[in-house]
T-cell receptor
């Protein structure tokens, strides 16, 4: 079974530039999450989707971050404009059942903002 | 989100058992105890979870205190591949599957 796919694996940009990350969850998984992991810290939840609807985005910095999940499958996370403090690994996870299922994580996209 | 407390780091020798503790004194009756681990340069992976009773699977065992205020993840024979950050997380039914990670415990396994 294919796991959660993310791209790109690495991205280096300058501050004030924009960047987009893509996630393809495990087939059939209705719930999708984006997490931000800063070096030395645990992952921080940014947004949760159930199918193509947002369940929770309370920790998403909406002035610069946006995310969408068109058609309830793939998802993109965009940062515009990027700041130095956005340097982190962006992890995508999916689950079959939001209430009881385990989360399956991708390998992440590492962003460096110079 | 409910808080858990874990040691920052622990060490073990290969092929020895490892007991990773977690305190969660504010746990509520419907909170599940989940453990995930994160190997270097990878996303977290599920290890085990439980509610009240001790649980075993192919990766580990989870021992839950009778008052549920603490739990212990047990790796029966540590291998070098078990070196990772281990996260103890309380999963609330009201959060619709959302997991809130702390800093976890960095486990070092020596050959």
């Amino acid at each position: 079974e294919a796991g959660v796919a993310q791209s790109p694996r690495y991205k280096i940009i300058e501050k004030r530039q924009s960047v987009a990350f893509w996630c393809n969850p495990i087939s059939g998984h209705a719930t999708l999450y984006w997490y931000q992991q800063i070096l030395g810290q645990g992952p921080k939840l940014l947004i949760q989707f159930q199918n193509n609807g947002v369940v929770d985005d309370s920790q998403l910095p909406k002035d610069r971050f946006s995310a969408e999940r068109l058609k309830g499958v793939d998802s993109t996370l965009k940062i515009q404009p990027a700041k130095l403090e956005d340097s982190a690994v962006y992890l995508c996870a999916s689950s079959l059942d939001a209430n009881t299922g385990e989360l399956f994580f991708g390998e992440g996209s590492r962003l460096t903002v110079l | 989100d409910a808080k858990t407390t874990q040691p920052n780091s622990m060490e073990s020798n290969e092929e020895e058992p490892v007991h990773l503790p977690c305190n969660h004194s504010t746990i509520s009756g419907t909170d599940y105890i989940h453990w995930y681990r994160q190997l270097p340069s990878q996303g977290p992976e599920y290890v085990i979870h439980g509610l009240t009773s001790n649980v075993n699977n192919r990766m580990a065992s989870l021992a839950i205190a009778e008052d549920r205020k603490s739990s212990t993840l047990i790796l029966h024979r540590a291998t070098l591949r078990d070196a990772a950050v281990y996260y103890c997380i309380l999963k609330r039914g009201s959060t619709l599957g959302r997991l809130y990670f702390g800093r976890g415990t960095q486990l070092t396994v020596w050959p």
